[in-house]
């Protein structure tokens, strides 16, 4: 009898308990399979390089392998709506400014919108952008003064309509008070041959791939797009110590996931990404690679992302610049 009774106060004591919340419990380990981190260019490119540069760090950190995954297409938008989309807690995607920024200003049928749809994770690294001159302006050692003289005759390269260098062009041409002709070309190899070849007279070009070649001499270097100096670009004055102050154009690349991500994985995601960023390896093949490293966390990348976005909105806006 009493270990009946011992067993019906066990059974009621566990009835009583069943439905009662358990404190402490693990949350499920994050991440819990391989994080797919999708490029929106093909391999080779920079934001490929820079995802395969910190792939093999973080994956030691997470303990899960990171797959990089390239989409090309549609200047990065594809792969960006395929993170933007991405419900299942391990895709994320190595972004350029235009897929954060303003991609769905310019073109509003985007399926996804960046403010609404994405949630930054860090900024990886940023790069200045050249004013680049062809050899006839560079041989006759010109300047801006040259090139307002010039006026509507100039024409200017760049990988796109909406890109960067594309915007930062027309915002330099409304400084200086002309009008030169667009030309696009596929891709900045394109831009830098059409330039060294006096097909174009001008172009705003990331400083990694351009100073490779005023070192060679096919193109000149007349300033650089940036608040201060590089030393990706030794030498080469800021458009503002030549007498245009603001227009501050970058290239850069950052980490980005789908605003459905759970604040917790995007918060663990942000940290060791940042740690990775941090170690002397990574900064180092990051600077060969012609990066300025940023490691910017989240909360500072989302003010600069607000800032970008409304400086840029107004050159879209003044210039009429639309993509379809």
Known sequence: ????????????????????????????????????????????????????????????????????????????????????EAHDEHTVGAMINLNLTIAHILNPDLVYDPRRDLAPICLVGTTPFVLAISPKWAKQKAGLDQLRAAGSKLNYGSVGIGSMAHLGMELLADKLGIKPTHVPYPGNPKVLAALAANEIDLAFIPAGITMQQVRAGTVGALAIASAKRSELAPGVPTLAELGVPDVEIEGWVAIAASAHMAEAHRKKLETLTLQVLNTPDVRKQLTRQGWDIAAMPSAAFAHRLETETAMLSRIIKAQNIHVN
Do not use: H, Y
């Open 1 to 84: 009898m009493i270990e009946r009774r011992l067993l019906l106060t066990a059974a009621a004591a566990a009835l009583g308990t069943a439905n009662l919340p358990v404190c402490g419990r693990a949350e499920p380990a994050w991440p819990s399979k391989p994080l797919r981190v999708i490029v929106g260019f093909s391999a080779g490119s920079t934001p490929d390089l820079i995802a395969r540069t910190i792939g093999d760090p973080l994956s030691q950190l997470i303990g899960q392998p990171v797959v990089v995954e390239d989409k090309p297409g549609a200047s990065g938008n594809i792969a960006a709506a395929m993170v933007a």
